[in-house]
């Protein structure tokens, strides 16, 4: 492990009032535990670090973390998590740390809480994180479900989990997975077979989530006893869903006529959750998204609960969470300029080539 530092070295934090230092001891002493909290070349550790800006000393089971007090604390809570996550045959991984920093606001807060815990037969999805915890809370108490925000935060992998905890627990008789046919720069019609087969590539991360949960051999059986079913929004038309977990993702590609549609398919002892990204619309220019439609007529309905996730929820690889917020701060700035069509050989007014391509 990492030595504690040398009194005279000059990189070390400076000694003022200001300065925390908290002593660490983590029991048991378990050198494959401890090994395992740190990481290889301490990458473990150094994250932490980085993250919350404080520096983490350790020499065996004995650590020492020194910054800002509420940083330290939270930096003490960490890493007793994570070592008791290490109580697992399973190394602990960079994945595993960045999703348990993930559940600390900002660098100077403390820990939101305990974590929301969603079961099935290979294991545990843990809500990482307030708006996650908020997210799973609000799928668990009301009918009809919005998970608005930026890829990466988990929106789709949380309801289907929600989904899947709850098949599990007898509590629905079925899981409706439900995406709109709608073209994201490639043509359909140039994908071989029928419409199921047309849209399978664009259900493939419903799917993924599925086989990781329940396994590859037991969905194939539920799909074929239909207790879970995977559609293009167009065959929801005309059904009444009961005692159903239906799913409806990358709903700001459907027009404001679908989403009332497919709100109005709902049935008794039937729950809905819709996710999306407004800012990642595919449909026709002009066209108004449903999903920013349905925000805006069912804002206050009784019954109906809205997540809104930022690109502070993020929960992939960090640069994911620097992009969404690069992106966000350049819509913010910049304002928007017509793009040419594919299908189209007029070209842009001269005023709309000024800028460099966004």
Do not use: C
């Amino acid at each position: 492990m990492l030595s504690f530092p040398n009194p005279r070295d000059p990189h070390r934090l400076n000694s003022s009032a200001t300065a925390t230092i908290r002593q660490l001891t983590l029991e048991p002493n378990d050198t494959r535990r401890l090994s395992s909290l740190g990481g290889q070349f301490h990458e473990h550790l150094k994250l932490v670090e980085q993250r919350l800006g404080v520096t983490i000393h350790g020499r065996g089971n004995h650590f020492q973390v020194r910054g800002d007090q509420p940083t330290v604390n939270a930096a003490v809570q960490i890493l007793e998590q994570l070592y008791a996550e290490t109580a697992s045959a399973d190394p602990l991984s960079p994945e595993q740390v960045h999703l348990l920093l993930a559940t600390y606001k900002d660098a100077a807060s403390e820990p939101v809480g305990e974590d929301a815990v969603l079961f099935n037969r290979r294991g545990s999805v843990r809500a990482r994180g307030a708006t996650q915890r908020e997210y799973v809370e609000a799928i668990l108490g009301h009918d009809i479900i919005f998970g608005v925000g930026p890829a990466g935060t988990g929106k789709t992998y949380l309801a289907v989990a929600a989904a899947v905890d709850q098949l599990e627990k007898d509590q629905i008789r079925r899981i409706l997975l439900v995406r709109p046919a709608v073209e994201a720069g490639e043509k359909l019609g140039f994908l071989p077979g029928d419409l199921a087969e047309k849209i399978n590539p664009y259900l493939r991360p419903l799917y993924d989530a599925l086989y990781e949960m329940l396994g590859f051999e037991r969905v194939a059986k539920l799909i074929e006893k239909q207790v879970i079913e995977v559609a293009p929004l167009a065959y929801m038309r005309g059904r009444t869903l009961n005692n159903a977990f239906i799913i409806l993702d990358e709903g700001q590609n459907t027009t404001p006529e679908q989403m009332k549609m497919f709100l109005t398919r709902l049935g008794f002892g039937s729950k809905a959750v819709i996710t999306g990204d407004p800012t990642q619309v595919d449909l026709p220019r002009g066209q108004e998204s449903g999903l920013a439609h349905a925000l805006k007529v069912l804002a206050t309905t009784r019954g109906i609960h809205i997540t809104r996730f930022t690109a502070r929820d993020v929960v992939r690889h960090p640069l994911v969470q620097h992009i969404v917020e690069a992106y966000e701060s350049w819509d913010h700035t910049h304002p928007a300029r017509p793009t040419r069509s594919r299908a189209s050989t007029t070209p842009l007014p001269p005023e709309a080539d000024t800028e460099g391509s966004s």
